[in-house]
């Protein structure tokens, strides 16, 4: 998903949109990880970039997507674009020296 979300609308509030911004956003999570894994892989890893456009967008993890999203309410920006690519992954295990 690579997309610039808008912040204006005539009709609809700022925080509405905002709160359909990370209902999409959860929605593709949901979708790429319910795909089936090429072999070898156990789990969805995401690439996630953030920015206020394509050029200034900077790498962030996916579990703070939802806390960027949110903080567009203080800002008077009109639009924002987040970036989302879904790769395979496969886990490593620990040393046992951790356990």
Same mark, same amino acid.
């Given at each position: &998903?690579? @997309?610039?979300?808008?912040?204006?609308?005539?009709? #609809?509030?700022?925080?509405?949109? %905002?709160?359909?911004?990370?209902?999409?956003?959860? @929605?593709?999570?949901?979708r790429e990880r319910n795909k089936?894994?090429?072999?070898?892989?156990?789990?969805?890893?995401?690439?996630?970039?953030?920015?206020?456009?394509?050029?200034?967008?900077?790498?962030?993890?996916?579990?703070?997507?939802?806390?960027?999203?949110?903080?567009?309410?203080?800002?008077?920006?009109?639009?924002?674009? #987040?970036? %989302?690519?879904?790769?395979?992954?496969?886990? &490593?295990?620990?040393?046992?020296?951790? &356990?």
């Amino acid at each position: &998903m690579k @997309k610039t979300f808008k912040l204006t609308h005539p009709k #609809v509030k700022r925080d509405r949109l %905002i709160e359909a911004v990370k209902s999409d956003v959860r @929605k593709y999570l949901k979708r790429e990880r319910n795909k089936t894994l090429p072999e070898g892989a156990d789990f969805w890893d995401f690439d996630c970039k953030f920015g206020n456009t394509a050029e200034e967008a900077k790498e962030i993890h996916v579990s703070e997507l939802p806390k960027f999203v949110e903080s567009t309410k203080e800002t008077d920006l009109e639009s924002f674009y #987040v970036e %989302i690519l879904a790769k395979p992954c496969r886990r &490593m295990k620990k040393p046992e020296s951790e &356990m």
